[in-house]
């Protein structure tokens, strides 16, 4: 929450009903700035009923509707449909209508300070970070956690992850905050290249494991990323296929390896 002289803004609405309930009976918001889709960013908008509520353009529409959401997800078939909806409703989450827009570079003047828009995708098409002047950045799902990057939707891109990555660190923040992992005041352009790491990492682990050529859900069995699925999570087995599947595909564009007869292997 951000108490400007013009306005009072929050970023992200996840906080919970008893943090919903606290900031409604203290402070009256103006905007809330979605800093992208998911729904753990979103499913406290309903109770901000007179603020106004913006998001990246490219997500915009997979925040007006839950079923757009589930397609994001890659969740197409009708079986997820009730699991899907029942999953959402469970989190309390409800469709969200969005006042306006905004893209990168744009900035809120608050008066006394400024609030700029970074568009940072890769997370999802739609993922933007928030500069608040002069060097503090919120950095939502860059979120320097331990397990790396989350590209496991159909939108997620590694190579715009990287590139927001690199862009982060080119502002050189003095203070970052993560939407999963909370404040950090030091070591943060090392934090930031080990999250960025990651890829590397990962593009490493599946390279090993195609000295035999393997099936996409071969390797998707294999958790290269995700590491253990202990309660047999379908929709965590989904998101791990995606993410194989982008570094296969960029594996293949830099020619490290090849697709035949539907098999993946070393050139
Ligand atoms: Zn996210
Ligand atoms: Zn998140």
Known sequence: MILGQKENILIDAGMGLSRARKILKNFSINKILLSHCHEDHTSCCKYFKSSKILVHKLDKENVESISNLQKLYGLNNEKYDAIFKSFMLSLGYREINISDTFDDGQIFD????????????????????????PNIMFLSDID??????????????IDNFINSIKKIIKFNPKIVISSHKGVFYNGIREKLKIFLSKFEERDQKILVNL???????????????????????ELLLIAEK??????LERLIKNKKIQKKDGFYSLI
């Not at 006394?112 to 002047?133: D, E, M, R, W």
């Not at 050529?213 to 699925?229: A, E, H, R, S, V």
């Open 242 to 247: 995606f993410m194989i599947k982008k570094h």
């Open 144 to 157: 320097l956690t331990s397990f790396g990057p989350w590209y496991g939707a159909t939108d997620g891109n």
């Open 211 to 233: 000295k035999q050529k393997q099936t996409l859900d071969g390797l998707t069995n294999k958790l290269l990323i995700y590491g253990k699925n202990p309660n047999q999570d």
């Open 110 to 133: 608050l008066g006394n300070l400024k609030i700029q828009v970074i568009h940072t995708p890769g997370h999802s098409a739609g993922h933007c970070c928030f500069l608040i002047y």
